[in-house]
């Protein structure tokens, strides 16, 4: 999809940035360079692109938010399936990568699991359904978590975007933010003792984005530290 494609020029807004590559996040910022322009975008506009879109996973357009821990994936994905929900077919599934994977040394290698149950099924126009992982417990939960067939799915995690899955792809968005903000929000989130395996997960995340080439071939780069007020709940930055 186009980010520009039949949006009034109303709903954008152009601002100037600069930077270094680590300050607009790792390979996102080597795509862009050391300036660049942030659009300001509607989340409501995204949605209708997507709508307007081609299922590419059966009759499901897939959207896969990608970026590395504590960019704001989660929060994008949320307000696009906020936005898509007040359009025809209603507020779409979102699958977090993150309750697929089998502990922290899963990080790449859970796509079996994702694949067989939930991405296979909606390809041949059946719901899937996985089981979610318990980070407390450290183990699958019992309960199946059922995914269906719907206008659109959101997946959202590191790796979501990745090679094999983008020609299945309607949007492949990849958010990103400076390192140390991103390292910092982790730790505010899971607490200071994650520190050694969450250093251990960045350099994973960094080695996969380079080798797969995940913020090149993204649609759409969303900056997820933006400085510039633009009612966060409604609109989002785009890096371009």
Not at 55 to 76: C, E, I, N, Q
Not at 82 to 99: F, I, K, M, N, S
Request: with cysteine; glycine share 10%.
């Amino acid at each position: 999809m186009t980010p520009e494609a039949g949006r009034p020029a109303s709903q954008r807004r152009a601002v100037d940035i600069t930077g270094t590559a680590d300050d607009v996040g790792g390979p996102a910022g080597r795509r862009t360079g050391r300036s660049s322009v942030a659009v300001v975008e509607a989340y409501a506009e995204l949605a209708r692109r997507v709508l307007a879109g081609p299922a590419r996973l059966g009759r499901t357009r897939l959207v896969a938010v990608d970026g590395p821990s504590g960019a704001g994936k989660s929060r994008f994905a949320a307000r696009l399936a906020d936005a898509l929900a007040a359009l025809p077919g209603g507020r779409p599934p979102v699958v977090h990568t993150d309750d697929l994977l089998d502990g922290w040394d899963d990080q790449v290698t859970f796509w079996p699991r994702l694949d067989e149950g939930v991405l296979g099924p909606l390809r041949e126009g059946r719901p899937g359904a996985f089981r979610r992982y318990s980070w407390v417990r450290q183990t699958f939960l019992p309960r199946p978590v059922s995914v269906p067939v719907a206008p659109v799915l959101v997946l959202e995690g590191v790796t979501a975007a990745r090679a094999v899955v983008r020609p299945e792809l309607t949007l492949a968005v990849f958010v990103t933010a400076p390192a140390s903000l991103r390292l910092e929000r982790a730790v505010a989130r899971d607490g200071p003792e994650i520190l050694p395996e969450l250093r251990r997960w960045h350099a994973g995340e960094q080695a996969h984005f380079a080798a797969d080439d995940t913020a090149n071939c993204a649609d759409l780069l969303v900056d997820g530290a933006p400085t510039l007020p633009h009612g966060s709940d409604r609109y989002y930055l785009r890096i371009g």
